[in-house]
């Protein structure tokens, strides 16, 4: 068994496949749309879906925003190194919610940014999961 995908309903499809793409660096592997249930699926990650767990974008038509409730964390995405990771997501338009350092009670070197529709993503800098 391995994780195939995480699902987030998106109010804006083509606003969080360019924040996936041009601001965390993912690529569209798919997208289709189903007109008899009105909605869109789009498929973004960093790999072959055969290969790499992949972030499933559902866009249901006519729904612009979600409560996003309190029961989803974030996702978490492994990274060389969250400073620079921080700098070049704040270029490219995004939002760093929490800077780049060493979490509270360990030494992981994490970040926090957030997507257009306010899910959370964390950074985890490389090497430094020891303590997490």
């Excluded at 006519?62 to 704040?90: P, Q, R, S």
């Excluded at 350092?101 to 020891?130: C, N, W």
């Amino acid at each position: 068994m391995r994780v195939l995908h995480t699902m987030l309903r998106v109010g804006d499809l083509d606003r969080s496949i360019k924040f996936y793409s041009d601001v965390l660096g993912m690529k569209l592997l798919r997208r289709k749309d189903y007109p008899d249930g009105k909605f869109t699926l789009a498929f973004v990650g960093y790999g072959p879906e055969t290969e790499h767990a992949v972030v499933e974008l559902t866009y249901n038509w006519g729904t612009d925003k979600y409560d996003l409730g309190n029961a989803f964390g974030h996702i978490a995405l492994e990274v060389d190194d969250a400073y620079k990771a921080c700098d070049d997501i704040k270029k490219r338009g995004g939002k760093v919610t929490r800077e780049a350092g060493p979490m509270k009670h360990g030494s992981t070197v994490i970040a926090f940014v957030e997507d257009p529709d306010g899910y959370k993503i964390e950074l985890i800098q490389r090497g430094t999961q020891g303590a997490k």
